[in-house]
């Protein structure tokens, strides 16, 4: 067997017989396991009467993984040459952020790598297109700073979530943040929809000249309808139990849920940027929890006040690298 590498888009989409996808889920490898073998394999399968390769390439990823998405890019296309004849077959890439249910079609189950395993399906073939895998990425590879800012000091004496300001400390501080930031190269700012939020970050943005992204993921968890006194007991017994929450609040996980999700969702927009997220210290704190699980109570209670707050999180493409606490 001989497999001869072409560029994308070489072989005209009528002789295409094959898909493949290379998927990434932050930052992981995703394979799938057929049900009849116990190898691992990338997503893909025959180009179907009337399909494009881009549309069977989306049909097999949902068909193989669950994963819904219409963001995928072609690396290259490969032929493979065996008893004298010849097939012309496409290789694509998806880097995702969200997983769905597996179908219930041929693939067993799907599992992340940090690399590929020795037990592929095609070693010949993957032998060389794998290269080509790799290649791509380090062409993309792609250096992302996420600076996560903790508003300053708000006026507690204001009660309404959303509509709470900052002190006049708070405004201050504010611009301490602008100071620690405006030479960082910030590309784009983002924000909580709460105003002591918004406004910490309002300075920075005057000052390079952007404006903000309101987005309503990134605002702060909700506790109730009513004002809770004993906020240090509270956030124990939230922090010991990620589902707990009170009749009209939030508990942890949904918070960490959708701001990570958001998160993710700023991330793939802005790859290769240097972008800002003004923030609150619960729905910080849950962030730092998914990338970091030893972070709990007693991390949040040491940050609870810090107020204004940066931490940088660095991403490599989609995957997480690292995070580091910025000195104001």
């Known amino acids: 067997m001989l497999v001869k590498i072409h560029k994308a888009g070489k072989t ?70 065996d008893d004298g004849r010849s097939t012309y077959d496409r290789l694509y890439y998806a880097s995702v952020e969200r997983l769905g249910e597996l179908p219930q079609y041929e ?9 590929f395993p020795e ?111 004993d906020f240090i007991a509270f956030s124990r017994k939230q922090w010991g139990d990620f589902n707990f929450k009170l009749q009209c609040g939030e508990c942890l996980r949904e918070v960490q849920e959708r701001n990570v999700a958001a998160l993710y969702d700023v991330l793939k927009d802005n790859l290769g940027r240097n972008i800002v997220v003004g923030s609150h210290g619960t729905a910080l704190s849950t962030i730092i929890n998914f990338f970091n699980p030893e972070f709990g109570f007693d991390g949040f209670w040491s940050i609870v006040d810090k107020m204004p707050y940066i931490i940088s999180f660095k991403f490599r493409n989609m995957e997480f690298i690292g995070m580091e606490e910025v000195q104001l």
């Open 119 to 229: 037990n592929c399906t095609y070693p010949h073939i993957y032998k060389i297109i794998v290269p080509q895998v790799m290649a791509y990425e380090k062409a993309q590879s792609i250096a992302t700073s996420i600076y996560f800012v903790r508003h300053a000091q708000p006026d507690i004496s204001v009660k309404d979530d959303m509509l709470r300001p900052l002190t006049d400390k708070g405004l201050a501080d504010a611009k301490r943040v602008t100071m620690t930031l405006k030479d960082s190269n910030i590309e784009a700012i983002y924000s909580s929809p709460y105003k002591r939020a918004y406004d910490t970050v309002r300075d920075l943005a005057e000052a390079l000249h952007l404006d903000i992204n309101a987005k309503d993921g990134f605002r702060e968890r909700k506790i109730d309808n009513v004002w809770v006194e």
């Open 107 to 115: 693939m067993a189950e799907i599992r992340l790598f940090d690399d």
């Open 12 to 81: 005209e989409e009528k002789d295409l017989k094959f898909v493949v996808i290379c998927v990434r889920y932050r930052g992981k490898l995703l394979l799938a396991r057929h049900k009849d073998r116990t190898t691992w394999e990338m997503p893909g399968g025959h180009i179907e009467d009337g399909e494009s390769s881009r549309e069977a390439a989306l049909r097999e990823l949902y068909e193989e993984t669950g994963i819904i998405t219409e963001d995928i890019a072609a690396i290259c296309d490969f032929e493979v040459c």
